[in-house]
């Protein structure tokens, strides 16, 4: 802007101001009585159990090479349940089952890496229906290096409006 319009503008305003701070009302002082608050925003909600429902995890004892794992859900439930999964950025953009691998005599999570760079997933869901009384099986694939792991599995999802999770017992894998 040249030099000739910013200095107009500025003797502008400056005659402005004023004015308008002659229009404005005094400040009023804050009525006496109980003090308002912001409405209290609960807390990321933990994930609820899904009653009727249990998980197995199960992998072979030992293995060479990649690692198959399957969750399977179990229904005792009277009435079928619909699910819907999402993937998680933080294992390979795979929806279930979810898992967390940690070596033996240790405290060392091998997977999902910690510090590594989540992915960006795409954020669709997986929708199943688990029958009253029936089973649903997840499976998918890891790849470790040798060693004696515990893996822990679960399934996270959303069920009857609640976001839920769903535990399997962790066990115990040699990877060869």
């Known amino acids: 802007m040249p030099r000739r319009t910013l200095l107009a503008l500025a003797l502008a305003l400056g005659t402005l101001v004023p004015a308008l701070a002659q229009e404005l009302p005094p400040l009023s002082p804050a009525p006496a009585g109980p003090v308002q608050t912001a409405p209290a925003v609960p807390?990321?909600?933990?994930?609820?159990a899904l009653e009727g429902?249990?998980?197995?995890?199960?992998?072979p004892r030992s293995a060479a090479g990649p690692l198959n794992l399957t969750l399977t859900l179990?229904?005792?439930r009277s009435a079928p349940v619909a699910l819907s999964v999402p993937r998680d950025n933080d294992q390979n953009c795979v929806t279930a089952p979810t898992v967390r691998v940690l070596r033996v005599g240790t405290r060392?999570?091998?997977?999902?890496?910690?510090?590594?760079?989540?992915?960006?997933?795409?954020?669709?869901?997986?929708?199943?229906?688990?029958g009253a009384g029936e089973t649903l099986t997840y499976t998918r694939?890891?790849?470790l290096p040798a060693g004696e792991y515990m893996v822990e599995?679960?399934?996270?999802?959303?069920?009857?409006?609640?976001?839920?999770?769903v535990p399997a017992q962790p066990l115990r894998v040699t990877v060869r």
């Open 74 to 76: 179990r229904s005792g």
């Open 43 to 48: 807390a990321a909600t933990a994930p609820a």
């Open 153 to 165: 599995g679960w399934l996270t999802g959303f069920a009857d409006d609640l976001r839920v999770k």
């Open 53 to 59: 429902v249990r998980a197995a995890l199960s992998a």
């Open 141 to 143: 694939t890891l790849d």
């Open 108 to 130: 060392e999570v091998v997977y999902p890496p910690l510090g590594a760079e989540p992915r960006l997933c795409a954020q669709d869901l997986r929708s199943d229906t688990l």
